[in-house]
């Protein structure tokens, strides 16, 4: 009895003199699948795959001869089985068996199995039909233990592999540019602000930006292989094209799709297979606007809201039934006049200490004259609009922290456009801190940049 003892004990030391080392999961198939966010889960049919890999030991060691394992398998949060697990998807081993666990849509399984005396096994195999209940959690592991019918781990005792399925990504996603820095859209003077048009130009219309749309094609709607969102899983691309005040804008189009014009809105629908793969090929779409040439187009802001795709209903894998598209900015559309600055370095409502104070002379005596503001390199970038009424002598006078601007600006640039053909018309800037007034006169006007602005005239002579 005392022998048999000490046989027992130094077997027992040589199952678990590896425990230092870690079993391994290999030659996990597939492998890499991303899938998309765009799938609904779980769907019905359910998305399934078939999944093999092996745990095998550290290298020059094997599973214990003339003992029978218990083998447990984890799976990932939001991954469960699709079929049942029979006793031959583990290999390896004989007699195999299920002890727990193993059923449809349950997420561990329990297999029992021998390693016959005298073979060296040094890797077990499994061949597993998964499902998706949700996207998989990130962080959340493939985790396979193993140890003797005594509870004896073995070889460190478990395994464990993130790269069986990967978190959900977007498997289509879209952005909005405006074109400003490109090919700036104006509304042009000498047609009385009734035409917009590019950047020097006469035209009826201008680009205010682009919309595009990308697939990745890393992405899939698939466990099995690689396979992207198509054209054909989209039912619908829907955006609006927003106007602060559309009056005297005609018609949007977007690569030759058209819209649907209401009120400030233009809604652009692509539905066609031949506009979603104008949309879906891979380069920037151009939103093209349309003046009537007759009525005056005030200055404003101009943006993409309301964006929506959405999915076909039929055929598999289930698809959610839409997502949020694109949205964003596009050119804000200004008067054509006589442009000044940037004036830098003033302070707004929020930041009024040094006080800018800007003299506008050469205006018609009495006249109501409209302006716009382009703000730079402060707290609340953007155009905006107002506008002065001369005294009998054509002077107005701004200041900054009384510009029409966000309440919460503390210190911006700034370039005045004074929306008007007079060749006359020049601005000034005083400073005033603490009582004491300074004259920067036209040398703050002279600023390269203005070089790049359609004006008639930049003051940077």
């Given amino acids: 009895m005392k022998i048999k003892s000490l046989l027992a004990a130094v077997s027992m030391v040589a199952i678990t003199a590896g425990a230092a080392n870690a079993l391994d999961i290999t030659n996990v198939t597939p492998t890499g699948i991303v899938p998309a966010l765009e799938l609904q889960l779980p769907g019905d049919p359910a998305l399934t795959g078939n999944f093999t890999f092996n745990v095998d030991t550290t290298p020059g060691s094997f599973y214990p001869s003339a003992n029978n394992l218990r083998v447990r398998v984890d799976l990932p949060a939001g991954v469960n089985f699709s079929q049942a697990v029979v006793g031959s998807d583990i290999t390896g081993g004989n007699s195999p068996f299920i002890e727990a666990g193993g059923t449809v849509g349950s997420n561990f399984v329990t297999f029992v199995t021998s390693i016959p005396q005298n073979q060296q096994i040094d890797s077990l195999g499994f061949n597993l039909d998964l499902g998706l209940s949700s996207c998989p959690v990130a962080g959340s592991p493939l985790t396979v233990s193993v140890a003797t019918e005594l509870g004896t781990l073995v070889d460190g005792g478990s395994a464990s592999t993130s790269g069986l399925i990967a978190p959900c990504q977007s498997g289509i996603s879209g952005m909005v540019m405006s074109d400003a820095s490109v090919s700036d859209t104006k509304i042009t003077l000498g047609s009385g602000y009734t035409n917009i048009a590019e950047f020097g130009g006469t035209n009826v219309d201008g680009v205010l930006g682009t919309i595009q749309y990308k697939i990745d094609p890393t992405v899939s709607t698939s466990l099995t292989t690689v396979q992207p969102i198509?054209?054909?899983?989209?039912?619908?691309?829907?955006?609006?094209?927003?106007?602060?005040?559309?009056?005297?804008?005609?018609?949007?189009?977007?690569?030759?799709?058209?819209?649907?014009?209401?009120?400030?809105?233009?809604?652009?629908?692509?539905?066609?297979?031949?506009?979603k793969?104008?949309?879906?090929?891979?380069?920037?779409?151009?939103?093209?606007?349309?003046?009537?040439?007759?009525?005056v187009i005030p200055t404003q802001t101009v943006s993409v809201g309301n964006s929506k795709i959405t999915f076909r209903t039929t055929l598999t894998p289930d698809l959610i039934a839409s997502e949020a598209g694109p949205t964003g900015a596009l050119d804000s559309l200004q008067r054509e006049g006589r442009e000044f600055g940037y004036f830098d370095w003033n302070s707004g409502p929020a930041g009024a200490q040094t006080l800018s104070v800007y003299r506008i002379t050469g205006l018609d005596a009495n006249e109501s004259v409209d302006y716009s503001l382009t703000l730079e390199n402060s707290n609340n970038n953007g155009t905006y609009a107002g506008s002065v009424v001369a005294n009998s002598y054509g002077e107005a006078v701004l200041v900054s922290s009384t510009m029409p601007i966000p309440a919460d600006t503390e210190r911006f640039d700034v370039l005045i456009n004074v929306e008007t053909p007079n060749a006359d018309v020049d601005i000034d800037r005083l400073l005033a801190k603490g009582g004491i007034v300074t004259a920067f006169n036209d040398g703050a006007n002279n600023d390269q940049e203005d070089s790049l602005e359609p004006n008639l005239n930049d003051d940077d002579n």
Avoid at 233 to 241: I, N
Avoid at 249 to 260: A, E, M, R
């Fill in 277 to 295: 793969l104008k949309l879906l090929d891979a380069t920037p779409d151009s939103i093209l606007a349309i003046a009537d040439g007759t009525i």
């Fill in 230 to 275: 198509v054209a054909g899983d989209v039912a619908t691309f829907m955006f609006d094209v927003v106007f602060e005040d559309a009056t005297g804008i005609d018609k949007v189009f977007v690569n030759g799709i058209p819209s649907v014009k209401s009120g400030n809105v233009f809604t652009v629908m692509a539905t066609s297979g031949a506009d």
